[in-house]
């Protein structure tokens, strides 16, 4: 019984884990920079959306499709954003080279705002960023197979 309830906690943390990274940020085979937002958007909506990054005290704006907003000059015709079943993922043709060291990512979905602050340096790439946030279900489902098991 304590072996249950600690293997299915452990579960429970995983998996609690896994769904609280709202925004991820990474760079794509071809250096293009991408970022997921994963704020999920409202049915039965037109849904919003702005991503954005700053450094120091400038904030950047990447692509949105809020009315009266505009993307920076650098940015016009760069960048892509796609709907995901859970979010969007806006894409950002060859800038990799052009990032500041410091960065805070923002993205805003329907006035719903998430950040996160990455190093250029730090910066890994998609398919690694995958296995990353894949870990924890491969763990998960390890776990229960060796719970049904004993």
């Known amino acids: 019984m304590l072996k249950s309830l600690f293997v299915f906690g452990l579960l429970g943390v995983l998996l609690i884990r896994a769904k609280c990274d709202l925004i991820s940020v990474c760079v794509e085979n071809d250096y293009d ?28 704006l990447i692509n ?13 015709d760069k960048s892509y954003v796609e709907e995901l079943p859970h979010g969007y993922r806006m894409t ?8 500041p060291h410091n960065t ?13 602050n990455w190093e ?13 946030s894949s870990y924890s279900w491969i763990v998960g489902l390890l776990l229960f197979v060796y719970q049904t098991q004993s």
């Open 33 to 60: 920079l991408r970022v997921d937002c994963l704020i999920e958007p409202k049915s039965n909506k037109i849904n919003s959306y702005e991503f954005s990054w700053s450094s120091g005290t400038k904030e950047f």
């Open 64 to 76: 949105t499709n809020v009315s009266g907003s505009a993307a920076e000059g650098e940015f016009k």
């Open 120 to 132: 250029r340096e730090k910066l890994a790439l998609c398919s690694a960023v995958f296995l990353k």
């Open 104 to 116: 805070t990512y923002m993205c805003k979905i329907s006035g719903e705002a998430a950040q996160v």
């Open 92 to 99: 950002l043709n060859g800038f990799t080279d052009k990032l």
